[in-house]
């Protein structure tokens, strides 16, 4: 087997205990990140600044949902709460991503776009997926919101365990652990209350990019090996989607980006961005 050498000593430089350390790994063959994976204290107080703010929107969200509103009046508010903070939300003009926030409602997995034309109704389940750039650093987030009094039992049921799943799925990160960890304990948990777990989009480093390696699978393969190696300075998030029904998804046609269940069931996902340090995880955008 090929080793894939991402970790590599500046030459000149002699080896830390860390180069070390991560060096014995990937000399087993272990697959490990790469050097600009690890950030600085600096780069990780740039994401929190940025977090603040992510969590901001979320929270001024939360006051605006309930039966009557549009999905536009959500991506409004995240615009001008953004830009008003200074920030710029990280989904507009994302690889051609025409609003400011994702809203995913119901049987939409992730990436539902914000319309005039989509009123929440009591009972409604919808997922808000916020992200937002501050001085050049990246937060991601999201949350799913009940509207109106309440749902019906099993898709409340949905909601709590797919936030179980999210912090199960934190709760087993250690660091120098592996991200199929994560996905072991996510699979485990939504399996044992009888859902499933999508394979099509994983959570994903993050802060000096939207979308950077390691890719951060919720889904547990036995078969695929432990992932990458989890060191401390990764910035990551972790975001499944649950599903009633199937796991299969499709992409609309007519838009390009809403996904939705193949069996039009519903499905819920819980997103956080977090650092690894010594002592294990810390959500960044509480
Ligand atoms: N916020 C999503 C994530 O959690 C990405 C949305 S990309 C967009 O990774 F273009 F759809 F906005
Ligand atoms: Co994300």
């Given at each position: 087997?090929?080793?894939?050498?991402?970790?590599?000593?500046p030459?000149?430089?002699?080896?830390?205990?860390?180069d070390?350390k991560?060096?014995?790994?990937?000399?087993?063959?272990?697959l490990?990140?790469?050097?600009r994976?690890?950030?600085?204290?600096?780069?990780?107080?740039?994401?929190?600044?940025?977090?603040?703010?992510?969590?901001?929107?979320?929270?001024?969200?939360?006051k605006?949902i309930?039966?009557?509103?549009?999905t536009?009046?959500?991506?409004?508010?995240?615009?001008?709460y953004?830009?008003?903070?200074g920030?710029?939300?990280?989904?507009l003009?994302?690889?051609?991503?025409?609003?400011?926030?994702?809203?995913?409602?119901?049987?939409?997995?992730?990436?539902?776009?914000?319309?005039?034309?989509?009123?929440?109704?009591?009972?409604?389940?919808?997922?808000?997926?916020?992200?937002t750039?501050?001085?050049?650093y990246?937060?991601?987030?999201?949350?799913?919101?009940?509207?109106?009094?309440?749902?019906?039992?099993?898709r409340?049921?949905?909601?709590?365990v797919?936030?179980?799943?999210?912090?199960l799925?934190?709760a087993?990160?250690?660091?120098?652990?592996?991200?199929?960890?994560?996905?072991?304990?996510?699979?485990?948990?939504?399996?044992?209350?009888?859902?499933?777990v999508?394979r099509?989009?994983?959570?994903?480093?993050?802060?000096l990019?939207?979308?950077e390696?390691?890719?951060?699978?919720?889904?547990?393969n036995?078969?695929?090996?432990?992932?990458?190696?989890?060191?401390?300075?990764?910035?990551?998030?972790?975001e499944?989607?649950?599903?009633?029904?199937?796991?299969k998804?499709?992409?609309?046609?007519?838009?390009?980006?809403?996904?939705?269940?193949?069996?039009?069931?519903?499905?819920?996902?819980?997103?956080?961005?977090?650092?690894?340090?010594?002592?294990g995880?810390?959500?960044?955008?509480?």
């Open positions: 087997m090929k080793i894939k050498r991402n970790w590599v000593v030459k000149g430089q002699t080896p830390t205990d860390f070390k991560i060096l014995g790994f990937q000399d087993k063959g272990f490990v990140p790469k050097r994976l690890v950030l600085n204290d600096e780069q990780i107080d740039g994401i929190r600044k940025s977090g603040v703010i992510n969590t901001g929107v979320l929270d001024e969200v939360a605006i309930r039966p009557g509103i549009s536009e009046e959500i991506d409004k508010l995240v615009y001008q953004t830009v008003d903070h920030a710029i939300p990280a989904d003009n994302y690889e051609g991503y025409p609003k400011s926030v994702c809203t995913s409602v119901n049987e939409v997995v992730c990436h539902g776009i914000p319309s005039e034309d989509e009123v929440l109704e009591e009972g409604d389940i919808i997922n808000v997926d916020v992200s750039i501050l001085n050049g990246f937060s991601d987030a999201s949350r799913m919101f009940i509207v109106g009094e309440k749902t019906d039992p099993q409340e049921r949905l909601v709590k797919a936030k179980e799943c999210l912090e799925g934190a087993a990160v250690k660091p120098w652990g592996f991200t199929q960890d994560i996905a072991k304990a996510i699979t485990k948990h939504a399996h044992d209350n009888g859902y499933t999508v099509e989009f994983a959570g994903h480093g993050v802060g990019a939207f979308h390696d390691p890719d951060i699978d919720h889904y547990y036995p078969k695929g090996g432990p992932g990458m190696l989890l060191v401390p300075g990764m910035v990551f998030t972790i499944p989607m649950i599903n009633m029904g199937t796991r998804v499709f992409i609309d046609e007519d838009d390009d980006w809403t996904v939705v269940t193949e069996d039009e069931l519903p499905s819920a996902q819980w997103e956080h961005t977090y650092v690894l340090t010594e002592n995880l810390e959500i960044l955008t509480y």
